[in-house]
């Protein structure tokens, strides 16, 4: 189902951004820390995750391909004779999500996905 602008409709869940989790000084710092933690696969770093939110509200828009996550990673790059090309950090399996806006209140509008929103009135009814 598709909503409309308009749409009266109830949310379970909605999307909040997150907090990146640090700042890295360089390559010896990241893999230290991944080494820490035990990331093998490049540093995961959610963007935006879902949390509880029950309220109704009205569609007031749509957001197409909002990134939600990523991973973060050291590339040793490629020596090209005059220096090493494409050395640094690089990101790689992004996720991105398709968002309705709902506004609650005067003053809350929320990112929410499709399936977390059920209808209660459409906008074409009186």
Same mark, same amino acid.
């Given at each position: 189902m598709?909503?409309?602008?308009?749409?009266?409709?109830?949310?379970n869940k909605r999307w909040k951004r997150e907090e990146?989790?640090?700042v890295f000084e360089g390559k010896d710092d990241f893999f230290?820390?991944?080494?820490?933690?035990?990331?093998?696969? =490049?540093?995961?770093?959610?963007?935006?995750k879902?949390?509880?939110?029950?309220?109704?509200?009205?569609?007031? =828009?749509?957001r197409k391909e909002i990134k939600?996550?990523?991973r973060l990673d050291w590339?040793? =790059?490629v020596d090209v004779g005059m220096g090493i090309a494409g050395e640094g950090f690089y990101i790689h399996d992004q996720q991105y999500e398709d968002m309705y806006l709902v506004a609650t209140?005067?003053?809350?509008?929320?990112?929410?996905?499709?399936?977390?929103?059920?209808?209660?009135?459409?906008?074409?009814e009186n």
């Open positions: 598709r909503y409309e602008l308009g749409d009266y409709v109830k949310i990146y989790p640090r230290n820390y991944c080494d820490k933690n035990g990331y093998d696969d =490049g540093l995961p770093i959610m963007i935006m879902k949390v509880v939110q029950i309220e109704q509200g009205f569609i007031c =828009g749509i939600t996550f990523h590339s040793e =790059g209140r005067m003053n809350c509008i929320y990112r929410v996905s499709k399936e977390d929103i059920e209808l209660l009135k459409d906008a074409e």
